[in-house]
Every structure is written in C-alpha cells, then in structure tokens.
C-alpha cells in the first residue's frame, strides 16, 4: 500500500530546493515495473511521463535518504521514493482537523471536507498531514490510509516509521472495521441490510470510477440509520477499499450521496461550497491496535445533520 507523506526540506542555492517547496514522499507499492520511472508513471496516472523525466532530470526525484535517483532507476517494492514540485498557490480550507487520540504510535484525527489528506494536484500546504506537522510539531506523519478530499472523518496517522508496517498490516489483512454514515434518497424499494459487489476500473475523465462486468473487486454492506421524509441517512461499512467504492455502490443503487457531483453522471465542477458539502463522514473506526493488543474504538465528531 502506497503512502504519501510530507517533509519541509530546505536548500540554498541554484541546487537546493526553497523553502517554498515541500517534498512527498511514496513507497514504493507492489508491482511487475523495471524502474522506479515506470512505477512512479503508473501510480501518478495524471502526470505525464515527460514531466517524471524533468525532474529525475533535476535532481527532484531522491532515494530516503537524499540521494537522486537516475532516471534508470531500478524498481523495488517498498522502496523510499521522496519528490519535489513547485508549491503553488493554494486556497485556504477553511475547516478545522482535530486530534482525538494520540500515542507515541499512532493519531487519529477528524479530517473536515474539502481537506486533502496528502498532498497531490495543487494541494501541498493545505493538506491534513501538512497541518498536524505543523501544529504538532512532529516531521514524517504517515496517513495509514486515505480518504476522498470531498469526505469528512476519521483517519489514522502513523507516528514512528519502526511500528508503522504492523499499523499497515490490520489494512492489508482486513483486521480493521470502518463504519461511514451517508445522506442519500429513499430507497424503500430494497430489504437492508444489503450487500453491494461488483466490479469497479477507471473510468473516464481518469478521477472517476465505474462498476463494469467481471468477477466483482468490491463488497460494501449497507444499511438504513434513519428514515426521513427526503432523505435516509445509511451506515456504510466497505470490506474492500476500492477508490470511490461508497460513492460508485450508492450511485448505482439510484441513491447518489447527497451533493456528490461526481456519481452518477459528472457534474458542473464549482469552488468548494461549505454549506454543501458531500454528505459522507468516515464514522467509525474498530480494530485492535498491534502493539497493545487493547481493543480499539473511535467515533468522528464531525456532524452530519439531517436537512
């Protein structure tokens, strides 16, 4: 499982990097690719290749300990790959992260919407891993997962790189529960709870997903938490992590998550709307910890009020 996380490295001089540039960093996920170029090519589906080529070019591609890596570079899983580009400009996310449990392991935080978890695109600053840095003082957070910009919840971020792969483990092996509540339309038609499988792949434009025919990737049970008039708010809890699992299986149900622009059918793409947020919270997370062995439970905060 890839992992993105944040460092402020600082450099002077025609050859260092600014302090207006902040490196990522990627460890390297399993796969049949010869060179660190092809993989980094496959993982970034949105980058061009000639841009990857740029900056092993100029030095912005580094082993984890600072080395440049030459573009021949050869691939090997797990391995410590650190990036650079420029930071540019970017909005303010005007909600605010908390911390609800912190040990010399792990923290868990409540992620607001419209926060990115990692940096990616334009989001470099403005981003959950960037910001509890920050504001906690530690260097080289890593988030253990990831969440949609566009959700709201809970997510753990591992503290020291020594423990950090028995923290992986619980996702890898599916040792770890995780509950989202959702608001969509009725769907009186269908007996819950109910399972959702089926197959999802890329689709297009690149940032969206699809179910399409074959053996199903995907398993989401669901359920109804409360019955409104317009509206049922519903317990997601995915047993597969694919990317916009939740969003694709509600879509095509006919009970797309309220203001989801993405599913069914790409929308008008307008600036963040905070009184219109996408109306999905990561809730509940249930696992226990690998270290202690204690039993562990965490619940957002973040409210999700019926209209």
């Not at 040792?175 to 819950?192: D, Q």
């Not at 399972?195 to 690149?206: I, N, Q, V, W």
């Not at 008008?268 to 999905?280: I, M, N, S, V, Y």
Request: charged share 25%.
């Amino acid at each position: 499982m890839g992992v993105s996380l944040c460092g402020l490295r600082r450099g002077n001089g025609a050859g260092g990097m600014s302090a207006a540039q902040r490196s990522s960093r990627l460890f390297l996920p399993e796969g049949s690719w010869t060179t660190v170029l092809e993989c980094l090519c496959a993982h970034f589906g949105a980058i061009p290749e000639s841009e990857w080529r740029e900056r092993f070019a100029a030095g912005r591609v580094e082993a984890g300990d600072g080395r440049p890596l030459a573009i021949e570079a050869p691939y090997a899983r797990g391995l410590e790959v650190r990036y650079y580009r420029q930071v540019a400009d970017e909005p303010l996310v005007v909600g605010l992260e908390r911390v609800l449990y912190r040990d010399e392991h792990l923290i868990v935080a409540d992620k607001p919407h419209f926060l990115p978890v990692t940096a990616g695109g334009t989001w470099v600053e403005q981003t959950l891993q960037a910001r509890l840095e920050r504001t906690l003082g530690i260097v080289g957070l890593a988030p253990l997962h990831r969440l949609d910009r566009a959700t709201a919840g809970l997510v753990l971020l591992s503290v020291q790189p020594a423990t950090r792969d028995r923290y992986h483990q619980l996702f890898r092996e599916r040792r770890i529960r995780k509950f989202y509540e959702a608001l969509a339309v009725p769907l009186p038609e269908l007996e819950f709870p109910l399972e959702r499988r089926s197959r999802l792949a890329a689709d297009e434009p690149f940032f969206r997903m699809a179910e399409v025919d074959g053996e199903p990737n995907s398993h989401t049970r669901i359920d109804v938490i409360e019955r409104g008039a317009a509206l049922w708010r519903y317990r997601l809890e995915p047993v597969t992590g694919r990317k916009h699992q939740l969003r694709v299986h509600m879509a095509a149900l006919g009970a797309a998550i309220r203001f989801d622009s993405w599913y069914p059918v790409l929308g008008e793409q307008l600036p963040d709307d905070p009184t219109r947020p996408l109306a999905l919270v990561a809730r509940g997370l249930e696992f226990i910890d690998p270290l202690s062995g204690e039993e562990r439970s965490f619940r957002s905060e973040i409210p999700l009020p019926m209209p």
